[in-house]
């Protein structure tokens, strides 16, 4: 397991961009592979979730080509994919295996899915519940909570479903399954989560319509290849937005990033604890909205977070764990017991490692409050396998007052392959 060093910089400044967005790039190949004709795919994350993706539909007969510029996908149609011969391993990624859960539900083939420790403790009957409401027949451990999970392919019929989670990956596995069901299926959520399936899906040609608290998908049409380009990831921006505000003298440009309004939570919360985020040309590309986005050195102030920002930002905590640790007064986390459930327990892990550097947390069930601090500690951190907090600990330690080690760090090519020289490329010290 390998350790990184992480020094305190005097600086962040340059221009950089942003590998691509990890839900639009899973989606890309997902959807690709069930529509008719060719999709091309640029600015594909080439992490090793969306690889997880793209390597279970190779095992599903279907031919993508990559030849490091362009992932082209040749589509076999809704009913084109044929029974894999061995388990699906969708490695960490919770979103390769809840959506797959759904999108395999309706084949008419058996098929296995399963992933790393961490994704194997993680909950799933909030994707096979729904699932089975539609005539979905899926088995796994401890009653179909956890995976491995075996799912034979049956007809599915459209349901109405209230999810007591806003969470895109239940929401996207149950629209995956109505694309296969019969009549109409509708999702509901307490609070809007990314939207990037309705999106995506509604330029392939399949019908959903979205409405004020859910999004309705009707069965049986068929999708059409098309050119997609990814955006650059604002959950891997996040990183960088925070580094940049919180390390004195920096100023940092970053292009091209996705900045759609289901996942801009973090720029709402940054610029209301005072970051100083400027967002320019904005334009639009493959029906998401992207942006450039330039940030400098603020001085930060605690707020309250809470309510329908927390699933806008729900991937972007573990940062802003560390922008409150240096914030002027104590900040309030509530609503995101969701974090318990990520990779690792994000709302444990970050509280641990923070205390660590030195800074006061009291943990609560559904979030935590974080007393700021004038100056880190440096410490050693753990990732607890999870490449979130992994970067948010290496963004931490350019801000205390000696080294910072960081644990077990080869997590991170799970999201962001190329973090480590992009960070200190851009860091003055
Ligand atoms: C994702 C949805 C979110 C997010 C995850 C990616 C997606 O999970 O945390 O990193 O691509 O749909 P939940 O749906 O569980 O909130």
Same mark, same amino acid.
């Given at each position: ?36 004709? *060719? ?70 083939? +058996? ?58 990956? *239940? ?67 996040? +990183? +960088? ?75 972007? +905590? ?112």
């Amino acid at each position: 397991m390998q350790n990184y060093t992480v020094r305190p910089a005097k600086s962040v400044r340059g221009e950089i961009s942003v590998p691509g967005d990890k839900s639009i790039s899973h989606r890309s190949i997902m959807f690709g592979s069930i529509a008719s004709g *060719v999709t091309t795919v640029t600015g594909f994350l080439r992490g090793e979730d969306a690889l997880a993706t793209l390597e279970a539909f190779r095992a599903m007969g279907v031919q993508i080509d990559d030849d490091g510029e362009t992932v082209t996908i040749q589509g076999r149609g809704l009913h084109g994919l044929s029974e894999p011969t061995d388990v699906l391993d969708c490695g960490n990624s919770g979103t390769s295996m809840r959506l797959l859960t759904g999108l395999l539900a309706g084949q008419n083939f +058996f098929s296995v899915l399963s992933g790393d420790k961490y994704l194997r403790a993680r909950p799933m009957k909030r994707v096979v519940g729904p699932l089975a409401q539609m005539g979905a027949r899926i088995s796994g451990r401890a009653g179909g909570e956890k995976a491995p999970l075996a799912i034979q392919g049956s007809k599915l019929i459209g349901i109405e479903y209230d999810s007591p989670v806003s969470s895109a990956q *239940v929401k996207s596995a149950i629209m995956l399954a109505g694309l296969y069901a019969g009549g109409e299926t509708v999702v509901r959520e307490p609070h809007l989560s990314r939207d990037h399936s309705e999106r995506m899906l509604r330029a392939f040609g399949a019908h959903v319509e979205t409405f004020p608290g859910g999004v309705k998908v009707r069965g049986g049409a068929e999708l059409t290849g098309r050119d997609i380009v990814v955006p650059g990831d604002i959950s891997s921006a996040a +990183f +960088f937005l925070v580094a940049a505000l919180i390390v004195p003298g920096s100023d940092l440009l970053i292009r091209g990033v996705g900045v759609n309004p289901t996942r801009t939570g973090i720029i709402d919360v940054l610029k209301g604890m005072g970051g100083d985020l400027e967002l320019t040309n904005l334009r639009d590309e493959s029906g998401e909205p992207v942006a450039d986005i330039r940030v400098r050195h603020s001085k930060l102030t605690a707020m309250e977070i809470s309510g329908d920002v927390v699933p806008r930002a729900i991937d972007e +905590f573990p940062a802003i764990c560390v922008a409150a640790s240096l914030a002027q007064g104590t900040t309030v986390v509530r609503d995101a017991a969701e974090l318990r459930v990520k990779e690792t327990d994000r709302i444990s892990a970050m509280a641990d490692n923070l205390r660590r550097a030195g800074v006061s947390i009291v943990e609560t069930p559904d979030g935590m409050e974080i007393t700021g601090v004038a100056s880190l500690k440096g410490c050693a951190a753990d990732s607890f396998g999870d490449h979130r907090i992994a970067m948010s600990m290496m963004v931490a330690g350019l801000v205390a007052q000696n080294e910072t080690s960081v644990s077990d760090v080869e997590c991170i090519a799970t999201s962001f392959p190329g973090f480590v020289n992009l960070i200190e490329g851009v860091v003055q010290r």
